[in-house]
């Protein structure tokens, strides 16, 4: 199997979890939009990709987006796939959160487990990010005629597995575009 699966969890099959979900354009070019004054401003391609951001749960019924930004060169995402956690009765709805409860993630490794061999290629997460991927440049080639790369091959994912995670996760990106200077994704 080749070495680029390698670094995802052996212990978890990625058919189910919360994860935080890192994209880059090809090149880290900024084809998404400008951010001006801690305001974003997308680009035609950049509208595409929240259409197809705001649209993944109606295409898979196992998916909940729960918070989204897209940003010049990268887009982050936390997702829910084939998982539906209960909220404590005091789950309260933040800026562009759609849910934040008091028991997030919870996601442990099991100690004992076989681990999984197959580096997750096929699994649900994988499935779902690559159809988006594959959808929002499907639809930038038929509405804006272009044929340039949109994507970096990867992905990066982080499995949310507590509360504390889930909530500085959920900060950063409400605060992405007002901290974009100091983004580790940011070029002028």
């Known amino acids: 199997m080749s070495e680029r699966h390698r670094f995802r969890a052996e212990w978890h099959d990625y058919n189910g979890g919360i994860y ?21 401003y997308p680009t035609e391609l950049g509208k595409i990709v929240d259409e197809h951001i705001n649209s993944l749960p109606s295409h898979y019924h196992n998916v909940e987006v729960w918070n989204y930004v897209v940003m010049p060169n990268h887009i ?21 959160t759609k849910v934040a409860a008091t028991s997030m993630g919870c996601l442990k490794g099991p100690r004992h487990a076989e681990p999984v061999s197959d580096f997750h290629h096929n699994s649900s997460l994988a499935t779902i990010i690559g159809a988006f991927k594959a959808g929002v440049t499907r639809t930038a080639r038929t509405r804006l005629i272009a044929s340039l790369p949109v994507w970096q091959s990867r992905y990066y994912e982080h499995i949310i597995r507590n509360q504390w995670s889930f909530d500085n ?20």
């Open 20 to 40: 935080f979900i890192t994209i880059c354009t090809a090149l880290r070019q900024p084809l998404l939009g400008r951010i001006s004054c801690s305001s974003f």
């Open 76 to 96: 982050h995402l936390v997702i829910s796939v084939g998982t539906r956690l209960i909220a404590s009765a005091e789950a309260t709805v933040t800026n562009a």
């Open 169 to 188: 996760i959920m900060n950063y990106i409400d605060n992405n575009v007002a901290d974009w200077a100091g983004d580790c994704f940011y070029e002028k």
